[in-house]
C-alpha cells in the first residue's frame, strides 16, 4: 500500500486550491440554472442541485476547514495552506456565487415563470379572493403542522436541526396591553418533509397558474397565529452541521454500532454555518443568536428564502415544453436479444452506457443467476444502492436460495450509511456473509462476480462498472458497465474480493488496476510510456476523463509530460487542481469540462502507446484518496468493437462546443463551430447501433 508522504508545501508547480476549484465546478451549475437554451423547470432543477451541493460543500469542506483554524498553531504550522487563508477565500467567493444567484433567481427564473403565466407569490401579492383560499388552506393544512417556540429572555438553549428552514418571528403592537409584552420573539420549523412539499399550489385563474412558498403562507397567516399583536416580521434561518463522522478508520469491534453513533453525533454536529436574511432586524437575530447557541462566525448571509434544494419538489403544472424533451431509455441492441444474460455473456463482452441504455440489464443478470441452480456463488460489492434496491434483494434471494453469497457493504459511504446499515441487516438475515470494507480503506469498486457449475466445471461471470449499483441513480448519471466471462478479468476480480476478504488477494493481479496495491504505479508506468515516445520523437497522447484531478504526484506527472511533448486531453467534471496552457510547464494539456442534462461520472483513461492504444475504464478518480485510501478497480477493454463504442463517446465529448468549458468556466468554442451537444449526440449514436426492425426504445 502506498503511503501518501509527497511534500509539497515547496512544489514550484502551478495547482490550483482544491476548494475554490471545487467552487468553480458548482458555479458550472448556476451557469445551467443561467443558460436561456435550458428549458425553463429544469434550470429551476440546476438551482436546485446549485444549492444542494453547496449545502453538502458547507457541511464536510467548509466544517473541515473550520476544524483545521481550530487547531493549536504549532500544529496548523505544517500544513501546506493556512486553513484561515483558504476559509476567506472560500467564503468571498461563496458571497459572489451567492449574490449572482440570487440574480438568476430573480432576474432569470421568476420573470421567467410569469413568461409562462405561472406565478411565485408572496405574502403581499394575494387578492382577496386568494387571501381567503390562503387562510382556508392554512387552518385546515398547515396550522396542525407548526409548533412555535417562544424566545424570552431566559437564554435556554434551543436546538436547530440540521438543514431545516426556521422562521425567527417577531411580534409587536399588543392589541390589549393585559399579559401583553410590548415585543415578543418567537420561532418556528417550515414543516417541509411533513407538509410533503416546500410549495403549495393555488388555484387557477383561467390560464394564470399560481404557487407559494410554505414560508409565505405562514408569513402571511402570523395574525392567525399570534392573535394578541398586531404587527410581524419574520425571516428565515437555516443551520448546516459538520457531517464529517468521527469514525476509527478500521474495522475491529462492531463498526455497524460506530456508525449508528456517529450518525447519531452528526444530527447534533458543531454548526458549520447559519444562513439568515440580511433583512432580519439586529435585536431578532440577537434573540435567536442567544437562544441558539450560534455565534457571528457562524452567520453567512443569504436571502429570504433558504434550502433551494426544495426546488426539485417545484410543480411543473404539466407543462412538458418547459422541460427537457423526453429520451426514452434505449435498449441494448444484442443483450436485447438474448434469453439469457449468462448465455449472452458466454459468447463475448459487453458493454452498456448509463442512462442511454437500459440499466434493466444488471437487474436481469442478478436475478437470473439468484433463480439459476447452476449457479453456486455471487459476491458484489455496495457502495450506494437504491431505497428500494432491486439488486440487494436479488442477492438477498440467492442466500435464501442456498448460493454462497458475500456482499462488502461499505458503511462509510458519506449520507448514504443509513441505507447501507439497513440494506447490510437485510442481507445478514438472507444468509448472505456480509463484510464491511477492508481495514483503513473505504471501498468505492463497483463489482460482481457470479461463479457457475457448467459440466464439473466452474464458470466466472463478471460486472464491472464506473457507477453503482443504483437503479434511480442510473437514469441520471453517465457510466459505463462491463459485462464479461473473459477469464482474464473474472480471475482478477476474484482476486479483489479475496483481498477484500482476507485482506490480500491470493495471486498476482495481472490485468486490471488496483487501487492501493497497483493502480498508481501502473497509471505512472503508463504515462511514463508516453513520455518515452514523445521524446523519441513518436507520436505520444492521452485522453484522461475523471470526476476530479488533485493529486500532486498525478499532476506533477501530467506537468513532466507536457514538458516532455505528450498531447493530453482532460475531461474533468469537478475539482481540478492542474492549470493548464503555462508556458513551460502544461502548455500541450488541454482541458474541458462538460456540464449538462445528465451527471457525466465516468473515469476513463486512453494511453496512445505509439498507436497501439491502450483503453482503461475505472471507478477512480485521480485524487489521493482514491489511489491510497479506498479500494478501486480500472479494467481494460480488450473487445475491439467496445474498445470502438467508447472511443466514439469519448470523441464527441471532445468535440463538445455547446457544454464545454474551459479552466476558466468559459465556453469552448469550435473552430469552424460543430455544433455537438455531446449527451445528445451520444443518444443518437447509440441508438443508431439499434438494427432496423427492433424497437429502439425500453418500455
Not at 132 to 147: G, K
Not at 360 to 373: G, S
Request: glycine share 4%; aromatic share 10%.
Amino acid at each position: 500500500m502506498q503511503e501518501d508522504n509527497d511534500n509539497t508545501a515547496t512544489t514550484p508547480y502551478p495547482l490550483i486550491d482544491r476548494e475554490l476549484s471545487w467552487l468553480a465546478f458548482n458555479y458550472r451549475v448556476l451557469q445551467e440554472a443561467k443558460d436561456p437554451r435550458v428549458p425553463l423547470l429544469e434550470r429551476v432543477k440546476f438551482m436546485a442541485i446549485f444549492s444542494s451541493n453547496l449545502d453538502e460543500y458547507f457541511k464536510v469542506r467548509v466544517a473541515t476547514l473550520k476544524r483545521l483554524i481550530k487547531l493549536k498553531e504549532k500544529t496548523r504550522r505544517k500544513l501546506q495552506k493556512d486553513p484561515s487563508d483558504t476559509f476567506g477565500q472560500v467564503m468571498q467567493e461563496v458571497k459572489r456565487q451567492q449574490e449572482e444567484f440570487g440574480e438568476v433567481f430573480r432576474e432569470g427564473i421568476l420573470k421567467g415563470l410569469r413568461e409562462h403565466d405561472i406565478h411565485l407569490l408572496t405574502e403581499h401579492d394575494l387578492n382577496p379572493a386568494q387571501q381567503e383560499w390562503v387562510q382556508a388552506y392554512f387552518d385546515e393544512v398547515l396550522e396542525p403542522l407548526l409548533l412555535p417556540i417562544i424566545l424570552d429572555e431566559t437564554e435556554t438553549h434551543l436546538f436547530l436541526k440540521d438543514q431545516t428552514v426556521y422562521l425567527g418571528i417577531k411580534m409587536w403592537g399588543p392589541k390589549t396591553e393585559e399579559d401583553c409584552k410590548p415585543e415578543r420573539y418567537a420561532m418556528l420549523e417550515i414543516p417541509t418533509k411533513k407538509h410533503g412539499s416546500r410549495f403549495v399550489k393555488l388555484p387557477t385563474e383561467g390560464n394564470q397558474r399560481y404557487v407559494m412558498f410554505i414560508d409565505d403562507v405562514i408569513r402571511f397567516c402570523l395574525p392567525l397565529m399570534f392573535d394578541k399583536y398586531k404587527q410581524f416580521d419574520a425571516h428565515a434561518v437555516k443551520v448546516s452541521r459538520d457531517a464529517e463522522l468521527d469514525i476509527e478508520e478500521e474495522v475491529s469491534g462492531n463498526l455497524m454500532a460506530k456508525i449508528r453513533k456517529s450518525l447519531k453525533k452528526r444530527e447534533t454536529g458543531y454548526p458549520a454555518r447559519l444562513l439568515y436574511d440580511p433583512e432580519t432586524p439586529q435585536d431578532l437575530l440577537d434573540m435567536m443568536m442567544a437562544h441558539t447557541g450560534i455565534t457571528e462566525d457562524e452567520l453567512v448571509d443569504g436571502s429570504k428564502y433558504h434550502n433551494f434544494r426544495d426546488f426539485f419538489q417545484f410543480p411543473d403544472f404539466d407543462l412538458p415544453a418547459l422541460k427537457y424533451q423526453p429520451q426514452p431509455t434505449l435498449v441494448h441492441p444484442l443483450l436485447e436479444q438474448e434469453p439469457s444474460m449468462l448465455a449472452a455473456m458466454q459468447k463475448q463482452d459487453y458493454l452498456v452506457h448509463y442512462p442511454y441504455q437500459s440499466f434493466d440489464y444488471v437487474l436481469r443478470l442478478f436475478n437470473e443467476a439468484a433463480e439459476d441452480p447452476k449457479v453456486t456463488a455471487m459476491s458484489a460489492t455496495l457502495y450506494r444502492v437504491a431505497d428500494k434496491s432491486a439488486i440487494a434483494k436479488a442477492l438477498a434471494k440467492a442466500a435464501k436460495n442456498g448460493k454462497l453469497v458475500t456482499v462488502v457493504v461499505e458503511l462509510k459511504a458519506r449520507f448514504d450509511e443509513e441505507s447501507n446499515i439497513f440494506w447490510a441487516g437485510k442481507l445478514q438475515k438472507a444468509g448472505a456473509n456480509v463484510i464491511f470494507g477492508a481495514a483503513e480503506l473505504k471501498v468505492h469498486s463497483k463489482l460482481g462476480l457470479i461463479t457457475r457449475n457448467e459440466g464439473g466445471r466452474l464458470v466466472s461471470y463478471a460486472y464491472l462498472s464506473t457507477g453503482n449499483y443504483n437503479e434511480d441513480t442510473s437514469t441520471i448519471y453517465a457510466d459505463h458497465a462491463l459485462f464479461t466471462s473473459d477469464s482474464r478479468l473474472t480471475k482478477d476480480v476474484e482476486q479483489v474480493f479475496n483481498f477484500l476478504i482476507d485482506g490480500q488477494p491470493d495471486k498476482e493481479i495481472q490485468h486490471l488496476l488496483m487501487a492501493p496495491l497497483n493502480m498508481r504505479e501502473k497509471f505512472v508506468r503508463l504515462i511514463d510510456r508516453e513520455i518515452r515516445h514523445a521524446k523519441k520523437g513518436q507520436p505520444a497522447r492521452m485522453i484522461l476523463k475523471m470526476n476530479a484531478l488533485q493529486d500532486e504526484r498525478m499532476i506533477k506527472k501530467l506537468y513532466a509530460a507536457s514538458q516532455a511533448g505528450v498531447q493530453i486531453e482532460l475531461l474533468v467534471r469537478g475539482i481540478c487542481c492542474l492549470v493548464p496552457g503555462v508556458e513551460g510547464v502544461s502548455e500541450n494539456i488541454r482541458l474541458r469540462s462538460i456540464v449538462d442534462r445528465y451527471l457525466e461520472h465516468a473515469r476513463v483513461y486512453i494511453f496512445h502507446n505509439n498507436g497501439d492504444e491502450e483503453y482503461y475504464v475505472a471507478s477512480a478518480d485521480w485524487m489521493t484518496r482514491n489511489l491510497n485510501r479506498r479500494v478501486e478497480v480500472a479494467f481494460p477493454l480488450l473487445q475491439p468493437d467496445l474498445v470502438q463504442q467508447l472511443r466514439t463517446i469519448i470523441d464527441l465529448q471532445l468535440a463538445d462546443d455547446n457544454k464545454a468549458r474551459d479552466v476558466d468556466n468559459s465556453y469552448i468554442p469550435a473552430s469552424p463551430p460543430t455544433d455537438v451537444r455531446s449527451q445528445y449526440a451520444t443518444y443518437d449514436y447509440l441508438r443508431s447501433l439499434v438494427p432496423e426492425g427492433m424497437d429502439p426504445v425500453r418500455e
